[in-house]
């Protein structure tokens, strides 16, 4: 069987060039301070205002996550997105995709990712 959305792009996931941050409604995480995965944490932890038990695994993540999905939608536009977990092993990346994903199909409310990689002008 031919897998006729290969190299598609989920619903749930926006890839953008354009540098606008005319998102509506979308809450805004900086790339570069999460070049690491503990920056990553840190910094949704800020900008989502979520607890402190939040943890350093992608399991407590997903948990935090769809907590904060269970009260409503929510819109993440991740500027200079081409930094996002640079500086870890490129399995990371994957990982937090997988767990966006996840929750993106299951949980309560929508989520919605907007990755901006606009260059540098």
Same mark, same amino acid.
């Given at each position: 069987?031919?897998? $006729?959305d =290969? ?20 809450? &805004? ?10 920056? *990553?944490?840190?910094?949704?932890? =800020? &900008?989502?205002?979520? !607890? ?6 992608w399991?407590?993540?997903?948990? &935090? ?5 269970? =009260?409503? !939608?929510? @819109? *993440?536009l991740? @500027?200079? %997105?081409?930094?996002? *977990?640079?500086? $870890? ?9 997988a767990?966006?994903g996840? *929750?993106a199909?299951?949980?309560?409310? !929508?989520?919605?990712? &907007?990755l901006? $990689? =606009? %260059?540098?002008?």
């Open positions: 069987m031919v897998d $006729e =290969a190299g598609r792009t989920p619903d749930w996931l926006v890839v953008r060039r354009d540098g606008a941050l005319d998102v509506p409604g979308a809450v &805004v995480l900086a790339g570069a301070a999460a070049r690491r995965r503990a920056g *990553l944490f840190a910094a949704l932890a =800020a &900008v989502l205002a979520l !607890p402190a038990y939040l943890g350093d695994t399991d407590a993540l997903a948990d &935090v996550l769809r907590d904060r999905l269970d =009260a409503g !939608p929510l @819109t *993440l991740i @500027t200079d %997105a081409g930094q996002l *977990l640079v500086d $870890e092993p490129s399995d990371q990346y994957g990982l937090l995709l767990v966006l996840d *929750l199909t299951s949980a309560p409310h !929508p989520l919605r990712v &907007v901006d $990689e =606009a %260059a540098p002008s």
